[in-house]
Structure formats: C-alpha cells, structure tokens
Nanobody, 119 residues
Framework: QVRFVESGGGSVEPGGSLNLSCVSS????????MAWYRQAPGKERELVAF?????????TYVDAVRGRFTISRDDSKNALHLQMNNLEPEDTAVYYC???????????WGQGTQVTVSS
C-alpha cells in the first residue's frame, strides 16, 4: 500500500522559514521522481518542485518559489524534504508530497501539512 506522511508545517510570519518532510512507503522510492505539491484555499492543487530519481541531482522549481525553496531527497530513508525560506503570504497552503506526474492521475495522497504565512 502506497503511503505518504507529511510533517513540518506551521504558522510563520512573512520572511520566515520552514522545513517540510515526507516519509514514503509501499513502493521503490529510489526509482521514482518525487515532488511537492500545494493547494491553497479555493484553488486547485499545483506542483511546487520535483526531483528526479538520479539521487536527487536534478531539481526543478516553479517560478513562484525558485530561489526560495530547496527540494531534497534521502533515498536511504524514503524521505523527501522541502526547505522553504523567505516565505510569503502567497505560500499559504496545504503541502503534499507524491510521485512526480500529472496531478489528476496521481492517487494515494497523504493528509498533507498546513503552512500558514501571516503577520
């Protein structure tokens, strides 16, 4: 059974930082490109960043977070991380990890972790 457990969210002021983590199980994690997604209130779920299954050497970010967020993976622990710096109110959302792919085709979503950026 595929499972994702996200953690590390919280409430911070603009300019603050958070480090999200996700532990995966039920599939061969090192063989998959992995991604972080987010869903803001009233909006559709969107891709934030992804890393390929080459030990995490290839990383790609959407324009809104490039230069502020860093994605990383630890294949020995089936773990995915997202270091978020210089957070903005627009980053407020529930953050999820999953395999990298077309959002509408992905299944087995975890509960996500809430990130709130507010002064």
């Amino acid at each position: 059974q595929v499972r994702f457990v996200e953690s590390g969210g919280g409430s911070v002021e603009p300019g603050g930082s958070l480090n999200l983590s996700c532990v995966s199980s039920g599939f061969p994690f090192p063989n998959y490109a992995m991604a972080w997604y987010r869903q803001a209130p009233g909006k559709e779920r969107e891709l934030v960043a992804f890393t390929l299954h080459n030990g995490g050497h290839t990383k790609t970010y959407v324009d809104a977070v490039r230069g502020r967020f860093t994605i990383s993976r630890d294949d020995s622990k089936n773990a995915l991380h997202l270091q978020m710096n210089n957070l903005e109110p627009e980053d407020t959302a529930v953050y999820y990890c999953n395999k990298f792919g077309t959002i509408g085709m992905l299944t087995d979503w975890g509960q996500g972790t809430q990130v709130t950026v507010s002064s």
